[in-house]
Structures are given as structure tokens and as C-alpha cells.
């Protein structure tokens, strides 16, 4: 007897033992419960704590379809929490999953799942309520009298006037108590996908006014009413999204469209520029921001957005239409003429369905897919692969200028500034009225130190894009090297004037001045440049003003 109770001591020690060692293993592994003892927060502040690894852990297991054990964690989570109003929801979710027959859609899928450790019950800091089979039969009982509305034996029930409701249309019924933000989008999305927009738009206000920060439901929200022409409510629902996402161009570019839709063009234009600026060279940023400009007159500035865009999409069939339409309105017919026909060309090969197609044609789209793979690689900064892409191109179609174009870009980004003017003089060869080609072929020749070649690239790509601000700051940065001083403090004027916070273009004339001993216009500008985030503009300021004293 002695031995027994011996042994039984022991074993009741070691029971202990690990009790507390699995206590202090989570408390230390679980930040939420650490810092909530080391700040001596309540007992009840703890019991909040593991009821929601509770109400996680259910939605592990839920997620997972296995919805027996999701019921149980949510039945620990209310018993630790009774007031958990999205444990209580789910928990009903679960229940009625358990009670669907299976072709509703109640089975529970019958693979094995390993909980990850942190949703490993809590059962060391406090003991659960339902630790018991009583008392899990208990809550149970309990929570299915609180739901009354839940039929757990569908056997009992007499037959339905009509056939049983589907799954969403079971939860549907229950949407008085249920204020769950994602069930609303589930529905919503449902109803959406089925063209009921207007019980959709419902659907997404709640689950909004569930969770005002749900940026799923605010998207389908603004897609219905901008499909259905209800622009305020819309721009409305994209200003909150860019709120929401502000690191979002797509946002950005949906609320610019809705600015242009209402021939609100400044807002428009600043909504296009801010998605390119998040997503360079995006093709359809620059070709909406260019029919804006278009809208405001600015033919100079809609072309080069236009150019711009065929360029990253020599395909983009609407950005030709667009550039012919506004070369016709310069005068330039002949121009506009070849643009228009571009554009018939390719929205009638878009149209072709040729199942087999031939030898030629199957070239072609090899070469095109090669030649949109290398514009993913530069973007993806990946210039050695695109420039294998471009060159293969080239092998293909010797006649492509804005393959030049791309790889004499790489070429000039390494300073192969011999195979850079190579390539831009083909692209030009090819395309006389390509004004990017002959700005950045300039900026070849200068870094080659031929500056009189330079800027005389630099003045035709001004001929061709009137406003393009690289090509003023870099002729200027030509004719500073070349001693003339009022040259280019008038071309830095005029980047300026372009573009008021070019810290580059502010920096440049600083220096201007600075050589022309007008020292107090060169720490304006630096100061100005400086506080825009030119690091070099900020040293020269410095200078200046030690000197001075």
C-alpha cells in the first residue's frame, strides 16, 4: 500500500511538473501571453487571450472543412468568452455543416490535419470549462437553445413545400443575427457572379458596415456601380480603397477612370500619374492619362503619353487609334492616317481564330511572346535575360524598332554607349518619329562626351514631344558642359516649368547660378532641390553657406 501511494505521488509530482513546464513553455512562446503577464493584466484579460486561440483554432479546422472539431473550439473559445459574437456565428456555421446531408454540402473531408502549434489549446494557463464530456454535452444544449432556428436532424422535419434551399440559401435565411463581414462578401460575390447587382450592392454595404475596412467588399461594391453608371458612389468607394491601399496603382488607375468619366481631367491626370509612378510605364496608365491631356488640348503631352504606351505594347491598338486622333487634330494627316490604319490592322488580327494557324504566322506569335517576355524581364530588373529576349527579336524581326529601343536601353544602362547609339540609330531608322529614341540616344552621345550630337538629339526629340522633361534637363546638362550657362539655365527654367518639383532639374540650375556667382538664386534652388530629396543638392547648400561665412 505504501508503494503504491508512493508511485501514485510520484506520478501526481510529474504530473505537476509538466503542467507548469508546458505553462511556461507558452507563456514564453506567445507573445500576447507574455506581455499580458509581465504588464499584470487581469485574469480576465487572459481568459479574452485564449478564447480567441480557441475561436483560431476553429478557424483552422473550419477552413479545413471539419467542422465537428471547428464546433468544439468554438464552444472553448464562448466558454472562456460568451460575449464572442464571431465564435457564437461560426459556431452555428459549423453545427449546421455537421447537419447538411452530404450532397448540400455537410460531409467533412477525412484526411488527417495537424493543427499548427499556435493554435495548441491553452489548457496550462487556465483549465477549459468543457474539459469533460458533461460539460461539452452541457454547451452544446446550451448553445442549440440559444439557436433555436438551427435544425440539427433534418429527419424530424416534415417535407418542404419545395425542394430544400441550397447551402447559401440556408445562411441567407439567417442574416438578421449574423454580422459577420466576410459571410456578407461571401453572399454578395454569390450574388454578384449571378448578375443580381443591386441584392450584390446590399450585400457589400453590410459586410462594409461589418468591417469598414474590408477592401474586398469596397472593390465589389465600386465594380457594380461604376458597371451600373453610379459614379458619386464609386469615386466614393475608390478614395476609401486608395485610403486602404495607398501603395495600390490598380486603385489609383480606377479612380482616375471615374475622374475622367466625369471630366473631372486635373483629378484624373493626377490619378493616372500617381499609378505610374507606382507602376512604371504601365501601358493603359499612359494611354487614359494621354486622353486626358487629350481632353485639356495638351496634344504635345497626349502624344508622348501615346508613344509611351506603344512602346511598352506595340500591339495596344486603342493608344494608336488615340495618337491618330490627336495627330489629326495637328494637322498631321498623313501621320494621323498610318496610326488609324495600325490600329485597324491589329484589332482585326486580334479578331482572327485560325485554329492551324501557318508556319509564318506561328513565328510571328513565338517572336511576340519572346518579345513580351523581355519586356517582363526589364521590368523585373532582370536586363540580362532581356536583352537575350530582344536580341532574339531582332534575329527574327530586323525591322522592330522598339526592340532596338529596349536593348539599346540595356545597352546604355551598362554604358556600352557604342552599342547603345547602334541600336537607337536602327530603332530610328525604322521609326523617324520615335522622340524617346532620340532623347535617350542623346544621353548616349553626352556620356560619350559628344555633346554637339547630343543636343542636337535632344532637340529633335523636343521637336517631336514639345514638353518632355529628360530631354530639357539632360540639353541642359549638354550645354553646361559646353560653358554656356544662359542656355542652360533656360532649358533647367523650363523642366521647372514642366514639372515645379524636378529636384534634378532644380539641382542642375543651383549649379548654374552657383558658376555665375549668383549665389543666393543657387541656394533658392538647392535648398528647394535639397528638401525634395536630392542628397547632392542638400552638400551643395552646405558648401555654400560655409563659404559664406
Same mark, same amino acid.
Given at each position: 500500500?505504501?508503494?503504491i501511494?508512493?508511485?501514485?505521488?510520484?506520478?501526481?509530482?510529474?504530473?505537476?511538473?509538466?503542467?507548469?513546464t508546458y505553462?511556461?513553455?507558452?507563456?514564453?512562446?506567445?507573445?500576447?501571453? *507574455?506581455?499580458?503577464? *509581465?504588464?499584470?493584466y487581469?485574469?480576465?484579460?487572459?481568459?479574452?487571450?485564449?478564447?480567441?486561440?480557441?475561436?483560431?483554432k476553429?478557424?483552422?479546422?473550419?477552413?479545413?472543412?471539419i467542422?465537428?472539431?471547428a464546433a468544439?473550439?468554438?464552444?472553448?473559445?464562448?466558454?472562456?468568452?460568451d460575449?464572442?459574437?464571431m465564435?457564437?456565428?461560426?459556431?452555428?456555421?459549423?453545427?449546421?455543416?455537421?447537419?447538411?446531408?452530404?450532397?448540400?454540402?455537410?460531409?467533412?473531408?477525412?484526411?488527417?490535419?495537424?493543427? =499548427?502549434? %499556435?493554435?495548441?489549446?491553452?489548457?496550462?494557463?487556465?483549465?477549459?470549462?468543457?474539459?469533460?464530456?458533461?460539460a461539452?454535452?452541457?454547451?452544446?444544449?446550451?448553445?442549440l437553445e440559444?439557436?433555436?432556428?438551427i435544425?440539427?436532424?433534418?429527419?424530424?422535419?416534415?417535407?418542404?413545400?419545395?425542394?430544400?434551399?441550397?447551402?447559401?440559401?440556408?445562411?441567407?435565411?439567417?442574416?438578421?443575427?449574423?454580422?459577420?463581414?466576410q459571410?456578407?462578401?461571401?453572399?454578395?460575390?454569390?450574388?454578384?457572379?449571378?448578375?443580381?447587382?443591386?441584392?450584390a450592392? *446590399?450585400?457589400y454595404?453590410?459586410?462594409?458596415?461589418?468591417?469598414?475596412?474590408?477592401?474586398?467588399?469596397?472593390?465589389?461594391?465600386?465594380?457594380?456601380?461604376?458597371?451600373?453608371?453610379?459614379?458619386e458612389?464609386a469615386l466614393?468607394d475608390?478614395?476609401?480603397?486608395?485610403q486602404l #491601399?495607398?501603395?495600390?496603382?490598380?486603385?489609383?488607375?480606377?479612380r482616375?477612370?471615374?475622374?475622367?468619366?466625369?471630366?473631372?481631367l486635373?483629378?484624373?491626370?493626377n490619378?493616372?500619374?500617381?499609378?505610374?509612378?507606382?507602376?512604371?510605364?504601365?501601358?493603359?496608365?499612359?494611354?487614359?492619362?494621354?486622353?486626358?491631356?487629350?481632353k485639356?488640348?495638351l496634344?504635345?503631352?497626349?502624344?508622348?503619353?501615346?508613344?509611351?504606351?506603344?512602346i511598352?505594347n506595340?500591339?495596344?491598338? &486603342?493608344?494608336?487609334?488615340?495618337?491618330?486622333?490627336?495627330?489629326k487634330?495637328?494637322?498631321?494627316?498623313e501621320?494621323?492616317?498610318?496610326?488609324?490604319?495600325?490600329? %485597324? *490592322?491589329?484589332?482585326?488580327?486580334?479578331?482572327?481564330?485560325?485554329?492551324?494557324?501557318? =508556319?509564318?504566322k506561328?513565328?510571328? #506569335?513565338?517572336?511576340?511572346?519572346?518579345?513580351?517576355q523581355g519586356?517582363?524581364?526589364?521590368?523585373?530588373g532582370?536586363?540580362?535575360?532581356?536583352?537575350?529576349?530582344?536580341?532574339?527579336?531582332?534575329?527574327?524581326?530586323p525591322?522592330?524598332p522598339t526592340?532596338?529601343?529596349?536593348?539599346?536601353?540595356?545597352?546604355?544602362g551598362?554604358?556600352?554607349?557604342?552599342?547603345a547609339i547602334?541600336?537607337?540609330t536602327? @530603332?530610328?531608322?525604322?521609326?523617324?518619329?520615335?522622340?524617346?529614341?532620340?532623347?535617350?540616344?542623346?544621353q548616349?552621345?553626352?556620356?560619350n562626351?559628344?555633346?554637339?550630337?547630343?543636343?542636337?538629339?535632344f532637340?529633335k526629340?523636343?521637336?517631336?514631344m =514639345?514638353?518632355?522633361?529628360?530631354?530639357?534637363?539632360?540639353?541642359g546638362? @549638354?550645354?553646361?558642359?559646353?560653358?554656356?550657362?544662359?542656355?542652360?539655365?533656360?532649358?533647367?527654367?523650363?523642366?521647372i516649368?514642366?514639372?515645379p518639383?524636378?529636384?534634378?532639374?532644380?539641382y542642375?540650375?543651383?549649379? &548654374?547660378?552657383?558658376?555665375?556667382?549668383?549665389y543666393?538664386?543657387?541656394m533658392?534652388?538647392?535648398?528647394?532641390?535639397?528638401?525634395?530629396?536630392?542628397?547632392?543638392a542638400?552638400?551643395?547648400?552646405?558648401?555654400?553657406?560655409?563659404?559664406?561665412?
Amino acid at each position: 500500500m505504501v508503494l503504491i501511494y508512493t508511485i501514485g505521488g510520484v506520478l501526481l509530482s510529474y504530473c505537476i511538473l509538466s503542467m507548469i513546464t508546458y505553462a511556461i513553455f507558452h507563456w514564453c512562446k506567445n507573445p500576447r501571453l *507574455s506581455d499580458a503577464l *509581465s504588464n499584470e493584466y487581469s485574469i480576465d484579460t487572459l481568459k479574452l487571450i485564449q478564447a480567441d486561440a480557441f475561436f483560431q483554432k476553429g478557424r483552422f479546422f473550419h477552413d479545413k472543412g471539419i467542422f465537428s472539431m471547428a464546433a468544439t473550439a468554438y464552444e472553448n473559445c464562448l466558454g472562456m468568452d460568451d460575449s464572442h459574437n464571431m465564435a457564437r456565428q461560426h459556431h452555428k456555421y459549423a453545427v449546421l455543416q455537421k447537419a447538411l446531408p452530404s450532397h448540400i454540402g455537410g460531409q467533412e473531408t477525412s484526411r488527417s490535419i495537424s493543427v =499548427p502549434e %499556435e493554435f495548441a489549446p491553452l489548457q496550462s494557463v487556465f483549465p477549459s470549462p468543457y474539459s469533460s464530456t458533461q460539460a461539452k454535452e452541457t454547451a452544446k444544449t446550451k448553445a442549440l437553445e440559444e439557436e433555436e432556428d438551427i435544425v440539427v436532424d433534418l429527419s424530424t422535419l416534415p417535407p418542404p413545400a419545395e425542394p430544400f434551399p441550397s447551402l447559401g440559401a440556408a445562411l441567407q435565411a439567417d442574416t438578421v443575427e449574423n454580422n459577420n463581414a466576410q459571410a456578407f462578401f461571401d453572399r454578395g460575390h454569390t450574388l454578384h457572379k449571378q448578375g443580381l447587382l443591386s441584392d450584390a450592392i *446590399s450585400e457589400y454595404s453590410q459586410a462594409i458596415e461589418a468591417d469598414p475596412n474590408f477592401i474586398k467588399a469596397y472593390i465589389g461594391r465600386a465594380s457594380i456601380q461604376t458597371q451600373e453608371k453610379q459614379m458619386e458612389g464609386a469615386l466614393s468607394d475608390y478614395s476609401k480603397l486608395v485610403q486602404l #491601399e495607398p501603395q495600390n496603382p490598380l486603385l489609383f488607375y480606377k479612380r482616375g477612370n471615374i475622374f475622367l468619366h466625369t471630366n473631372k481631367l486635373d483629378e484624373a491626370i493626377n490619378d493616372y500619374s500617381t499609378a505610374l509612378k507606382l507602376s512604371p510605364n504601365n501601358p493603359k496608365s499612359l494611354n487614359r492619362r494621354g486622353t486626358a491631356y487629350f481632353k485639356k488640348q495638351l496634344f504635345d503631352l497626349a502624344t508622348a503619353d501615346f508613344n509611351k504606351a506603344i512602346i511598352w505594347n506595340p500591339d495596344f491598338a &486603342e493608344a494608336y487609334s488615340n495618337r491618330g486622333i490627336v495627330r489629326k487634330q495637328m494637322g498631321l494627316k498623313e501621320q494621323a492616317q498610318q496610326d488609324f490604319i495600325k490600329a %485597324e *490592322s491589329i484589332a482585326k488580327k486580334g479578331k482572327e481564330k485560325d485554329s492551324t494557324p501557318t =508556319p509564318h504566322k506561328a513565328l510571328q #506569335e513565338k517572336t511576340e511572346q519572346i518579345f513580351q517576355q523581355g519586356l517582363l524581364d526589364l521590368q523585373n530588373g532582370e536586363e540580362a535575360k532581356a536583352l537575350t529576349s530582344f536580341t532574339r527579336v531582332i534575329a527574327v524581326a530586323p525591322s522592330n524598332p522598339t526592340a532596338y529601343f529596349h536593348r539599346a536601353t540595356i545597352h546604355l544602362g551598362y554604358r556600352r554607349l557604342e552599342n547603345a547609339i547602334a541600336d537607337f540609330t536602327a @530603332a530610328l531608322k525604322y521609326d523617324p518619329d520615335f522622340g524617346e529614341a532620340y532623347s535617350k540616344r542623346g544621353q548616349a552621345n553626352m556620356l560619350n562626351n559628344l555633346y554637339i550630337d547630343a543636343i542636337n538629339d535632344f532637340n529633335k526629340s523636343i521637336e517631336l514631344m =514639345p514638353d518632355h522633361l529628360d530631354s530639357y534637363i539632360n540639353r541642359g546638362r @549638354a550645354n553646361s558642359q559646353r560653358g554656356l550657362r544662359d542656355e542652360a539655365i533656360a532649358d533647367f527654367s523650363k523642366a521647372i516649368t514642366i514639372n515645379p518639383e524636378s529636384n534634378s532639374a532644380l539641382y542642375h540650375r543651383g549649379l &548654374e547660378w552657383q558658376n555665375k556667382g549668383d549665389y543666393l538664386n543657387a541656394m533658392e534652388d538647392l535648398n528647394n532641390a535639397c528638401k525634395l530629396g536630392n542628397n547632392a543638392a542638400c552638400i551643395a547648400y552646405m558648401n555654400i553657406q560655409a563659404s559664406a561665412q
